[in-house]
Each structure stands twice: as C-alpha cells, then as structure tokens.
C-alpha cells in the first residue's frame, strides 16, 4: 500500500463536489483513474429513471474459477460541499470549517481505489467487484434503480459506509417506514360558530395521546418529524398533516405498529366526526445478518489479521446494505473511521482510512 497514494487519492475525492444528482465529476474521476490503470470498467444507466447525472460505477478485477467478492461506497454527499478545503493536522483530516468534509463516503472510495492498484496483478485471489453507487443519500437509490442480476453471482459483499473506527460491523440496520397522516375536519368560524366546526388539530392530538412516541422497544422506535395545517387564527383548523415515521430491526413490529397507529387515528376520527387519510408504508427493508453466518467469519478474520477487534452492531440507520440484502447479496456494512458524519465538525483520521484498505485487502484472502 502506498500511504502517500491513498491520503492524495482521497484528497482528490472530497475536493469534488458530489451531491444527490449531481456525482457526474466523481464518476468521471473513477471511470478515469480506471481507464489510466488498465481496470475493467463501466456505468450503467439505472440513473435515467431516477434522474441523476452518473449511473452507478462498476470496475471489476477479474480471476477465473474463483469466488466473487463485492465491496462498495457511494459517491455522493449531503451538503454544504460547493467548495469543500481539507486541512490534514496532526494525521487528521477535517474541512476548514464551512463545509462537511466528505468523508461519507470518499474514505470507502479511496480506500477502494488503492487496493484496485495494490491487488489487481496477483493470481491467487478472488474476482473482485467494485460497486461506486449514486443517491445513497436521498434514498439509497443506486442498488435499488441497479439491475443487480448484471452483477452476477456474489459469494459476499461488504458496503464501506459506516461511521465509527475500523473492526466495527453493522450486521443489521432496520426497516423503515415514513408517509404522512392526515386528519380531516370542518372549518367554522371560530369566534361565531366554533362549535360546527371539527378542530383536525385537536382530533389528531387526542390520537397522538394513546401512541408511543420515540422508543418503543429496544427494536422499535416512532417519531412526529412535522405538522403542517391552518388556514387562520380565527378559523377551526379544517385538517392537519403529520409526517410520521417508524424504524423497526424485526418487520413484525413494525407491521404491527403502523397497524396501531392507523387504528387509532380511524377510531378516533370517526368518534369525532373527522376523516382519516395515510401515505404511511413501509419504504425501505431491513436487514440482519448472523454472527456465525459465513461473511461474518470472514471479515472477523480478516480484522484479527490486521490487529483490529471486530465488534458487531446494529445501526438505527438505513445503507445501501439494506437494499442489497432485499436483493439476494448478502451483505455487511463495515465501520471505515468517518466520524461527525453529516456536520461541518466532520473528520477522518488517517489511520483509519489505511486500517480501512488493509481490512479489505485480508478480507480478500479469506475469499480465495
């Protein structure tokens, strides 16, 4: 591995920007570096229907008659990062301050790329697959636009996109399910004739009331994110939205949880004479992966390899692990050292982008 290689390469990166819809100069970047270092490469065009400008990047390091190991990261950013300047102190980089650092998900990049260049001569490995995906995001859209089966078999597949130090292993993140609730009332006048009106702010509350907001279980929480409605101070609110959402790591729960609460809203709307309208649904499904499950095993070694301390977890956030895994590739998402994800405080620590490439490269030979 060469240290300097990686930090520029990473450098280069987050230089860039790269939001939701707009990762064109990031593809280009690696669709670049592919070409100049003889990589296989191509983008696909899952992206039209989605409306972004890059489609998702796959670079393929190919063997005959071997196991076929997949890793991926995503190329694009949340913002601020119009103009994004790292700074390196003390083996740290961070941005300057007005701008996230991009680390989410460059360091999974770079950490790519380099072990592209530091393994793609050997024989004795596994056909490697390299999967640079758009709008993780807003939506984890890449996998779910992608027409994996291109893919082909994957005998394990590893998403560099967590945040924490190297040897952390999400093995399970949670279904998800968001929409709007909204109740349904009647206007009146509210200082000659409130009482012919239904109040959809009051109905909405007294449901509101018999539910469990935030955590339910150690599994399971639920949240009132928005509340959109009125017309005027002198008017009986005529109907209220609310933008609910609900996470769960067991679909059951979840299942029964949405059940609940549009029960509740129904019965307490008609009680009340108010109408009960839901774009509640489950949007993206979940994931959970056993300790002893092959993948598992492998990327244990594979840290022991390397000095590091595997440590499985849970994640109450979605990757593009869950849409890979509702696809048939098994999938684990790997702690790569980002840290303040998502704020202008974000930060990297160098070491952790090169314990990042080490754990991919030994991950490789537990696939030979």
Do not use: W
Not at 66 to 78: E, G
Not at 79 to 107: A, F, Y
Not at 119 to 134: A, G, H, N, Q, Y
């Amino acid at each position: 591995m060469n240290k300097e290689r990686l930090v520029n390469t990473f450098l280069d990166l987050v230089r860039i920007p790269s939001p939701s819809r707009n990762e064109r100069r990031v593809a280009d970047y690696i669709l670049n570096f592919c070409n100049a270092n003889g990589i296989e490469v191509y983008e696909d065009d899952a992206n039209i229907e989605y409306g972004g400008n890059a489609g998702n990047i796959v670079a393929i390091l190919r063997a005959e008659n071997k196991k076929r190991l997949m890793f991926s990261a995503h190329m694009d950013t949340v913002l601020p990062c119009d103009e994004i300047n790292p700074i390196i102190d003390d083996e740290v980089i961070h941005s300057d301050g007005t701008s996230i650092l991009g680390g989410d998900d460059k360091c999974g990049i770079a950490a790519m790329l380099e072990m592209m260049l530091n393994v793609k001569s050997l024989t004795d490995r596994p056909e490697l697959i390299f999967v640079f995906s758009f709008g993780e995001e807003n939506g984890l859209n890449g996998p779910k636009y992608m027409d994996t089966q291109q893919l082909g078999k994957i005998d394990g597949a590893y998403i560099l996109d967590s945040s924490g130090r190297p040897g952390e292993i999400v093995k399970g993140a949670p279904y998800f399910a968001n929409g709007v609730l909204k109740v349904i009332g009647k206007e009146a006048h509210a200082g000659i004739c409130p009482e012919k009106g239904v109040n959809a702010l009051c109905v909405a509350a007294q449901a509101i009331t018999q539910l469990h907001i935030g955590r339910v279980d150690e599994e399971t929480t639920c949240n009132l994110g928005e509340v959109k409605g009125g017309l005027a101070y002198n008017i009986v609110m005529p109907s209220v939205e609310i933008v609910f959402e609900a996470r769960s790591l067991n679909h059951d729960k979840l299942e029964n949880l949405l059940n609940q609460v549009h029960l509740v809203f129904k019965e307490t709307c008609s009680e009340l004479n108010a109408r009960f309208e839901s774009t509640v649904k489950i949007q993206t499904p979940g994931f959970m992966i056993d300790e002893d499950d092959e993948i598992s095993r492998a990327v244990v070694n594979a840290c022991e390899k390397i000095g590091l301390q595997a440590e499985f977890k849970t994640s109450g956030g979605a990757s593009d692990a869950n849409i890979y895994n509702s696809k048939g590739i098994k999938s684990l998402n790997l702690a790569c050292g980002m840290s303040e994800v998502h704020t202008v405080q974000e930060y990297l620590r160098i070491e952790d982008l090169v314990k990042t490439t080490e754990l991919i490269t030994a991950l490789m030979e537990e696939y030979k």
